[in-house]
């Protein structure tokens, strides 16, 4: 008999466009962040290798994420 059913909920029935455009900035301002659009080819390129693109990114150039 089935108890529970777990739903994820993220990009699919909820749209998080602006909690990811908020991260981004987070990381953007930054000192020694890079410029936008090397940020978002390395977090594509993570998101390819099955990683998590926001946090794995902000560690690869030594940022800071959002708690």
């Given at each position: 008999?089935?108890?529970y059913?777990?739903?994820d ?59």
């Amino acid at each position: 008999m089935i108890k529970y059913i777990f739903f994820d909920l993220g990009s699919t029935l909820i749209d998080e466009s602006e909690c990811i455009e908020y991260r981004i900035q987070n990381l953007l301002k930054q000192p020694n962040a890079p410029d936008r659009e090397s940020l978002e080819r390395k977090m594509i390129e993570l998101a390819s290798q099955n990683k998590l693109p926001y946090k794995d990114a902000a560690k690869e150039y030594g940022l800071e994420t959002i708690r």
